[in-house]
């Protein structure tokens, strides 16, 4: 159920575990767009609520960035304005019958905030959806931004909007020691884009699918 394509009436939340995408709006290297963070976050609530029934709205498309605020475009929340949000979004929820909310989390960066609310929050729950991913899939190590396996998942989901510049190898120039990114890379990547392939992503978007589903089914039985 995309809820932002329903009419008030058409909408009961009443003992359903929601799906909320979240996500960031960042750089990506110069390969992928700002938006991948929320652009893979609501795809996977999308499929998921296909398989369950379960409702879905829409990404909350801002984060806590301020580690890539040395590139253009970038949009950073402060923490504490990221808990408010998700604290607001999750009582909406409640207060209209949702059983729980389940966060598909698709930035590193919120996941301080997202654990906050799960701390104060009775029925908010979170994953980051690369968690879930199969990481035997890859061929370099885990990079963590616009490496292997976001290129991959994007090149599946959105090949159009994945640039030629993927062919460039984003590893970092410096250690992990500096606070912002545009300290440690030119390109804004952390990982190596090159061996990502639409077909690796298939399959990474699919299991995490999978794994997402045996969330939600768990949470109803825990609700129910």
């Given amino acids: 159920m995309e809820t932002r394509k329903l009419r008030h009436p058409e909408v009961d939340l009443e ?6 995408p979240v996500g960031s709006t960042e750089q990506h290297g110069l390969h992928l767009p700002l938006g991948t963070d929320h652009l893979i976050a609501e795809a996977l609530c999308r499929e998921v609520s296909k398989r369950t029934g379960a409702p879905w709205y829409p990404a909350i498309p801002y984060g806590v960035s301020r580690h890539h605020m040395g590139f253009p475009g970038t949009v950073s929340l402060r923490t504490k304005t990221m808990v408010a949000l998700l604290t607001d979004v999750h009582r909406s929820f409640l207060h209209h019958g949702a059983a729980a909310t389940l966060a598909v989390n698709g930035h590193g960066g919120n996941e301080a905030a997202l654990g906050t609310v799960a701390e104060e929050e009775e029925r908010f729950h979170w994953i980051s959806w690369w968690k879930l991913a199969p990481i035997d899939e890859l061929e370099t190590d885990w990079g963590g931004h616009a490496d292997e396996l976001e290129t991959s998942v994007m090149l599946y989901l ?6 030629e510049e993927r062919k460039v190898d984003g590893r970092p120039t410096k250690p992990w020691e500096f606070p912002d990114y545009h300290e440690i890379s030119e390109t804004g990547t952390k990982g190596d884009p090159r061996p990502a392939t639409a077909d690796k992503g298939k399959r990474i978007f699919k ?3 999978e794994r ?3 969330i939600v089914e768990e949470l109803r039985e825990m609700y129910g």
């Fill in 158 to 163: 959105h090949p159009e909007l994945v640039g």
């Fill in 212 to 214: 997402l589903v045996d």
């Fill in 15 to 20: 003992g359903e575990v929601v799906l909320l």
């Fill in 207 to 209: 299991t995490v699918v």
